[in-house]
């Protein structure tokens, strides 16, 4: 089965506000092992959001629209869905009877605007809502020569929505599908120290269309990621088939893996400390504290790391220009001693301007001596204090790594 997820509003359209709930549903859905291959936004106009439905219901087997069930003039969805489907709009006392109640509960009377809530398409079933006065949608639609196309609308405020998902929706999905439900599983391996097309040239047909497990390549920061998709009846079938997708990639790509899932470098760094039982000190110019931050942000960090120094301005550092390898490693040593840790991470400066020279140092220091490396300072400006913080943890990383 494929699906189809809208969202209805201008508030959307406009980009006045965050779409949540399309990736919410979506993931809601792939737990069921129905693939998504449409997100649609559509703003508060009817002739567009009878074709979004028209257009939903010849192409998706599943449709969860968002959005548009309210009491106002703006609220569309459903006399486009009346629409869309060749129906009228009749009243349901029942449905109108319980927002009635709610208002009453509240010591209130139902505004007049508010009976638009209990019309529904001619033989749609009613979604209950338990704490709005918009009830949610069920219709089906007639595709000839094709199973029926079948569309849930719910309310937009993400709360509501949710708990009718799970108390209506899901269940009558999950009927629906009967024995053909499957699963779809994902696992992203994250890697760290190649560009993507060089990643990607060490892996051939990986990304390959129509291969199962399917991988998907992304970039983030200058990190990789690897996103490793299985469908099957069963959680645990999924996993055993990307298994051997895993230890491939694993194999292949050695230390330029650094984790999965969530992981960051600073997870894979303060792992790795953890098991030798190292510690760390920080000196940065050009990453402005960005490294130390990274690493200090972590829950029970402060067992390996030691502590970090910012020098901003050159006129600061009284000895070697951090411009050079060895004032960086000057640095490295120098934290190290000045926190009593086992090792020194430095970050030397940036060059003021982009040129043939633009390259700054990292450096670590080590009980043995000190080690420094030259660096471009590369990419998109906006990603650069990133990308060298990120750096520098690879820097520590691979190093600890060397030791396994």
Known sequence: MQAEVISIGDELTSGERLDTNSQWLSQQLAELGIRVLYHTTVGDDLDANVEVFQSAMNRA???????????????LTRPAMAKATGRRLELDEAALGTI????ARHGRKMPKQNESQAYFPVGSRIIPNPDGTAPGIDVEFSRPGRPPSRTFALPGVPAEMREMWHASVRPSIEALLGSERRVICHRVIKC????ESHLEEMLPDIIRRGRRPSVGITVHKATISLRITADAPSYEEAMIQMEPTVVMIRDTLGPLVFGEGDEELEHAVYRLLSQYQMSVAIGESGTLGLVAERLGSLPGVETVFRGATVVADQAEWNTADLRTPTGVEQLAEKVRCDFQ?????????FPQEEGADDEFYLALATSQGSQSKACRFGGHPDIRRDRSAKQALDLLRTWLYDRE
């Open 341 to 349: 840790s086992d090792l020194g991470l430095a970050v030397g400066r």
């Open 61 to 75: 087997d599943i449709i969860v629209a968002t959005g548009g069930l309210g009491p106002t003039a703006d609220d």
């Open 100 to 103: 009635e109640q709610r208002f």
């Open 192 to 195: 760290f120290g190649v560009g």
